[in-house]
T-cell receptor, first 109, second 114 residues
């Protein structure tokens, strides 16, 4: 039921840059801000980016968000082993009453 | 730091009712929407619904006929009831603060099986 499409996996070596895409439509990403979440195995999702670009307190500036048209992206620079996790995007959708989520991308370091 | 802690039955038989409760520690309870989201390997994250501290609800239309949410502001708690569960309701259920969730619970794995 995921409305937003993400690549199932991404990988990199320590220190590299990894970018994860989140593709949607004009009714969701095209019209609203995007959140990104990090979910380590067996743990609760953690808000990584909100309002497309903003980082909550405590999130390293290695993580950054961007958006263009109906797609959003999460970039991780200076990749570290502890970044190995599932990452998913979320946003509002004009045609639905609740938020919509991405399919999730598993990042391997 | 805001923390959400949930509890409820994790093993159900088809046609039974799923009941989960989420308690909020730290931060304000009033002024926020409180949400339920579930996650499966096949479908990913699915929004279930949300309730305000005043008890105003907004449900996923696909689940609305089986869904009831309630809130107890005096205890900083909110609850979910999903009736007539089937195997399709097997998932990890999370409670979260806000419409999309800025703080999340650890989740409860719910399995529906005969």
């Amino acid at each position: 039921q995921s409305v937003l499409t993400q690549p199932p996996s991404a990988s990199g070596t320590p220190g590299q840059r990894v970018t994860i895409s989140c593709s949607g439509r004009s009714s969701n990403i095209g019209s609203h801000t995007v959140n990104w979440y990090q979910q380590l195995p067996g743990t609760a999702p953690k808000l990584l980016i909100y309002s497309t670009y903003q980082r909550p307190s405590g999130v390293p500036d290695r993580f950054s968000g961007s958006k263009s048209g109906t797609s959003a992206s999460l970039a991780i620079t200076g990749l570290q082993s502890e970044d190995e996790a599932l990452y998913f995007c979320a946003t509002r959708d004009d045609s639905l009453t609740g938020p919509v989520f991405g399919t999730g991308t598993k990042v391997t370091v | 730091q805001v923390q959400l802690q949930q509890w409820g039955e994790g093993q159900l038989r088809p046609s039974e009712t799923l009941s989960l409760t989420c308690a909020v520690y730290g931060g304000f309870f009033t002024g926020y929407q409180w949400s339920w989201v579930r996650q499966t390997p096949d479908k990913g994250m699915e929004w279930i619904g949300e309730i305000s501290h005043e008890g105003n609800t907004n449900y996923n239309p696909f689940l609305k006929s089986r869904l009831t949410m309630s809130v107890d502001p005096s205890k900083n708690q909110f609850s979910l009831q999903l009736t007539s569960v089937t195997a399709a309701d097997t998932a990890v259920y999370y409670c979260a603060r806000g419409h999309m969730g800025d703080f999340w619970s650890q989740g409860t794995r719910v399995t529906v099986s005969s």
